[in-house]
């Protein structure tokens, strides 16, 4: 049973937070001032993020029998090595499209920033308007890697704790959703066709499943490392969070739409607290 809930959530998570971009870029969400935008949904990501981390997944894997020290040295190197892996996807762009092109302003950007851990910009932001390369399969293939990771972390907090998994699941929902709106952005300027774009981003978001699958049997067969992965899991929503969402939002802003981005906030570290509450009751 636990093996059929980590394939229904991953698949919920990872296909699921694609049609959900899908839709809300159909009625117009995006980085206007207006209504709900893009950073209204990267300030719930966030919220999200934390509170699963923070509030779920770190308490867990303190209950077991690894000492605290073992599990913040963890933490601080998986914190550490998601780092490293935003920059290594970095150097390899950089490198691949000409150390970034020159916008204009004096400055060259590295776009793409959107694989490993790290995101692409919501709608309107997104540095990846060059023309078609390769038919974005470069995008792609870097979202299906983080899709991968993001289904072993499911998988372990599921086989700590089914109702834990369930939180992870929505706390990646969460953070995917304004992932995939930039992807989706990209990848339809990227072929001129946003039914194939919608097909392609939701080809990698259900790589989630298969890394739910590996990360089950992962997990299932070394049990004593169960806390090891929970922690490395609250590592990466840890760096997402604080390293990447969090950075889109520090920006100067009138004090009723900084007033807006900490009720987003607030509202995501709830949502994640009352779906825990709720599983837990039932």
Known sequence: MTLVAIILATLGAGIGSVWVAALLLRVGVNSGSGGVNAQHLLSLAAGALLATAFMHLLPEAFEGSVGAHALFATLLVGVVFFFLLDKAELWHHGHEHGQGHDHGDGHAHDHDHDHGHSHAHPPGHGHAHDGPRAGGWSLITGDS????????????????????????????????????????????????????????????????????????????????????????????????????????????????QTAAQISWLVLGMGLVTAASLLAHTH
């Open 145 to 256: 890697v983080h899709c991968f990771g993001d289904g072993i972390l499911i998988a372990s907090a599921f086989v700590a704790d089914v109702h834990l998994g369930l939180v992870a699941a929505l706390a990646v929902l969460a953070h995917e959703v304004p992932h995939h709106m930039g992807d989706l952005v990209v990848m339809g300027q990227a072929s001129g066709n946003r039914r194939l774009a919608l097909l392609k981003v939701s080809l990698a978001g259900a790589v989630t499943m298969l890394g739910g699958v590996m990360g089950f049997y992962l997990v299932e067969s070394l049990p004593d490392w169960l806390p090891y992965f929970l922690t490395v899991a609250s590592s990466s929503f840890i760096y997402v969070a604080l390293a990447d969402l969090i950075p889109q939002l520090q920006k100067r802003l009138t004090a009723r």
